[in-house]
């Protein structure tokens, strides 16, 4: 409002001049939510504050609007503003200014330090869910006579070894494929074109495949070129994975070993009934990640056996090693791990011959329907108690959170919340109603032989 209504109608009290708080905050911070709602707040204190002082009616005064009525009572309106804009401001205003800045900087202080440490959060979820896993193994150590220390240094060993030749063996298969297909690449290149020819009735010529193949200046050589300038990259980039799972492999010794004295750390600053709850808790943890391993590990010794006997008879290259390639990976790999382990089987044999390698795909395809639909329920229902879409359904939430590695963790995660919740909470008797009615399923007992 111009300077010269003041020497009219007088100097409006400093309650009105509120007004104009809440929109230049909203244009400053409107892209920030905890800011907005702080600003919501103190929008919603001055309004209380101008509904008691009569506010709209100074405001009718200053400024008339066309067709109403503001002469009515408008001296005693000016004695009204004369009288309030003596009124100092209200003491909360300036805690709620600095509460507003304290509480806004604070927010950016933890989103960058969540920021900058998830990497290491991620580090110690997986570090907590190793411990978790082979705690089992490491008690039933020390129980015979064992260190908690030199039992957990054993598993973890065992685990890298059996990791680092397993990888090795795959590793070195595919190396010597690799080798293989570049030193014949041209009898490779007649096979399939012949193949293609004969099978879609194409008319491709293999020396023009070949020679576009062998041409510098091609798109296979400047693939090829490409990927030995990412050389000095790709070695930075397994020496940075190495250092994780070295600090992995450390933490999750630390968390095993130490695990009695940590646990005992944390409930002396607990009252009983708390101390009691942590410990279920904890040993709920373990039993449903016990459960959700051994639980993988059998489905995985199942799909390698299947896949071996497959891979076997349909003459893939390395049959064992791919079909613990497929069990393994799989299984710890929800969701997309059975399509991502089809792929190096199917793309061996078909370098080989390609009617093999439908073959190839038809086996995974039809197994992974009998795994899902028969075998996998019956061993996750006796390990884990998890529902089928409850599982499914944390897979994705996992994945979509954390990436593969969230994929693996949700599985256990998901069961013991479903095990915290089933024991928390009053029960009721159920209606009886057609909507809730279903016939449980009954074993079958097998017959005894006479």
Known sequence: MH????????????????????????????????????????????????????????????????????????????????????????????KAVMVFWLGFL????????????????????VSLFLALAIEPGVNRLAKRGWRRGSATLLILMSIIVFAGAFLGAVGTLVGNQVADVLTNSETYVNDTVKFINDTFNANVDPAEVNASISDPTGPVQRFIDNQQRKVVS?????????????????FTFYLVADGPRLRRVICARLPEERQR???????????????????????ALVSAFFHWIAFQAIGT???????LWVGIVSQFLPVVGTYLAGVLPLLLTFLESPINAAFVLAFIL?????????ISPRITARTMHVHAAVAFASA???????????????????????????SWGQRHEVVDDELVKFTPRVKRERRKKV
């Not at 790709?234 to 450390?250: E, P």
């Not at 959170?401 to 095990?419: E, F, H, K, T």
């Open 317 to 323: 290259p390395a049959p064992i090693a791919m079909a």
């Open 396 to 422: 994705i939430v996992g994945g979509a959170i954390l990436g593969p590695i969230g994929a693996v963790l949700a599985l256990p995660a998901a069961a013991m919340m479903q095990s915290l919740l089933s």
């Open 234 to 250: 790709l070695s930075a980039s397994a020496l940075g994975v190495l250092l994780q799972l070295l600090s992995i492999t450390l």
């Open 366 to 374: 039809i197994y992974q329907q009998l795994e899902n639909y028969l």
């Open 106 to 125: 604070g927010a950016l202080v933890v989103r960058e330090l969540f920021h900058q440490l998830s990497s290491f959060l991620l580090l110690l979820l």
């Open 3 to 94: 300077d010269s209504y003041w020497t009219v109608v007088g100097k409006p009290a400093r309650a009105f001049r509120f007004h104009y708080l809440q929109p230049a905050l909203f244009r400053v911070w409107a892209n920030n939510p905890v800011s907005k709602r702080l600003t919501q707040l103190i929008a919603k204190r001055i309004d209380a504050i101008v509904d008691n002082g009569g506010a709209r009616q100074i405001h009718c005064s200053i400024v008339p609007v066309a067709g109403s009525d503001c002469t009515a009572g408008h001296a005693s309106t000016v004695g009204e503003m004369s009288n309030t804009s003596d009124r100092a401001m209200p003491k909360w205003v300036p």
């Open 277 to 299: 709850l942590v410990l279920k808790t904890w040993d709920l943890a373990i039993d449903k990640t016990g459960g959700y391993l051994y639980s993988r590990a059998l489905l």
